[in-house]
Each structure stands twice: as structure tokens, then as C-alpha cells.
């Protein structure tokens, strides 16, 4: 398994190039391991270790505090479906741009079904292989993604992903890991 450091700075290089705002023949040229987009979704692949993750960013994004909206700056804010070979379902992960709350968690809500991700710094994860099961399936079927979180500032954020091309995007990263 790769360690969790290399993981983070490869998904790092991914994000920025992938919120740079590029266009998509642009984007393209810039980066050297995405090999498919599928609507709001793109697909990269990493060769040692052997990673394949689709990713998309927010579509909207509301951050609040005291319950009126406030601008904040945050990093990037992405959420992933990782495969690595020997997995058959990925690994849901999200970085919110920001460090999370202690002992919080991230909310995600896809149609009626609600999940909860656990946090280390600015990343959240399911708690287990059938955790991820499960809100990979939701996110199979779903049209939409709601994660809620709050900033160790105390900022709650709202950030809606799309999930059209969700399903193209990690059959295509699935495969990509196959090989």
C-alpha cells in the first residue's frame, strides 16, 4: 500500500492542476497522468506505486459562520475515488481546503442515504472497506454529493460535487489499476 505522504503529494500535484481553472485540451497538456474527463469527473493515474483516482471539485461551495455567509479562503477543495490494484472498490476520500475541526467529522448526504467521513488535518475518509462500499454505491446512483464540515475556526462549509460522470470516471480508473 502507498504510504499516506506520497499519497497526498501526488493528489497535490493532481489538484493543482486540476483547479487551476485549465480548460480541458489545456489542462490536458499540462498534466502528464490524467487520461480520461467524464463529465464533471477526471481520471489520473499514478505508476509507482501503481494509483488510479477520479476526482472532481465542487460545483458550490457556501461558508457560513453564525449562520451568515462569510468569505474565506481555502485550498483546494476535491473529492476522490482512489483505486489501488488488489482493491475492487476505491477509497472515498475529501480535503477540504482547510484543516477540519478536532473530533469533527464530514457530513455527506447523496439523496436520502447520509454517511459520515472521519478527519486527519485536512482530510476526511470513510471508517472502513465497507464504508466505502456503501457511499461508493450511493454515489453510483446519486446525482449529487452534499459534504458538510467546520473549520478548526469554527467556519462550517457546504460543498455540493456533481456526480454525473462519477460512475464512467471510477469505471475507467478501475481499469486503469486492473492492468
Same mark, same amino acid.
Given at each position: ?39 464533471? &469527473?477526471?481520471?489520473?493515474? #499514478? +505508476? ?5 483516482? @477520479?476526482?472532481?471539485?465542487?460545483? %458550490?461551495? *457556501? ?61 476526511? &475518509?470513510?471508517?472502513?472497506? #465497507? +464504508? ?5 454505491? @450511493?454515489?453510483?446512483?446519486?446525482? %449529487?454529493? *452534499? ?33
Amino acid at each position: 500500500m502507498a504510504s499516506l505522504g506520497h499519497f497526498r503529494t501526488t493528489v497535490a500535484v493532481a489538484a493543482t492542476l486540476f483547479t487551476a481553472g485549465l480548460s480541458a485540451p489545456a489542462f490536458a497538456q499540462e498534466s502528464t497522468n490524467r487520461v480520461a474527463a467524464e463529465t464533471d &469527473w477526471s481520471v489520473f493515474v #499514478e +505508476d509507482s506505486p501503481k494509483e488510479c483516482w @477520479a476526482v472532481s471539485a465542487p460545483r %458550490e461551495t *457556501v461558508n457560513t459562520r453564525g449562520g451568515q455567509p462569510v468569505q474565506v479562503r481555502r485550498g483546494d477543495i476535491l473529492l476522490f475515488a482512489t483505486y489501488r490494484p488488489g482493491r475492487s472498490t476505491p477509497e472515498i476520500s475529501f480535503t477540504g481546503g482547510y484543516p477540519f475541526a478536532p473530533d469533527s467529522t464530514v457530513d455527506v448526504t447523496i439523496g436520502s442515504n447520509d454517511f459520515q467521513l472521519f478527519i486527519d488535518g485536512q482530510w476526511a &475518509w470513510a471508517g472502513s472497506p #465497507e +464504508d466505502d462500499q456503501r457511499l461508493f454505491a @450511493a454515489m453510483r446512483g446519486g446525482a %449529487e454529493a *452534499v459534504l458538510s464540515a467546520r473549520s478548526s475556526r469554527g467556519t462550517n462549509t457546504r460543498d455540493t460535487f456533481s456526480l454525473f460522470g462519477f460512475t464512467a470516471a471510477t469505471e475507467e480508473a478501475a481499469r486503469q489499476c486492473a492492468d
